[in-house]
């Protein structure tokens, strides 16, 4: 009998000590998830950055990311296969949109970004593409 309770006493420990570190391991794809969507959100920043130099030297802004990107020019110092999130910058002299959708949804963000000449940046939470209508992110 003794040996019987010494085995149940074992096998829960041991479901206890499994249940505890599951809320661990839930913690902490969310942070890896957090650390992603703001670095995305402050390359979203310095698109904005590296658009304003572009119009001033310019007179207009760029209407795609390799404009922004180009090595020779020098507006923005990373390159997209460093990025887990996926960029694109279209536009018109006058006005242009950054979109930023992550690689994998659901494990290197779980948001989509959009902002535009106002530098004001909105979210979609889900798959789907942030607009100019999605919330402003506080």
Known sequence: MRGLL???GVAVGS??????????ALNRWPEGCRNVETTAI????????AQQIYHLV??????SFSELSDPAKGF???RLPDIKYQFQVE????????RATPQKY??????TFYSDESK???????????TATSPEIR
């Open 6 to 8: 010494l085995g149940i």
């Open 15 to 24: 479901l206890l000590l499994a249940v505890e570190a599951v809320p661990q």
């Open 42 to 49: 402050r390359r979203i920043h310095e698109v904005h950055d």
């Open 91 to 98: 536009g018109s002299p006058t006005a242009y949109v950054v």
């Open 106 to 111: 659901g494990i290197l963000g779980r948001r």
């Open 76 to 78: 923005l110092a990373w």
């Open 120 to 130: 004001v940046v909105r979210e979609h939470w889900g798959p789907g593409l942030a």
């Open 58 to 63: 310019y007179g207009r802004f760029a209407i």
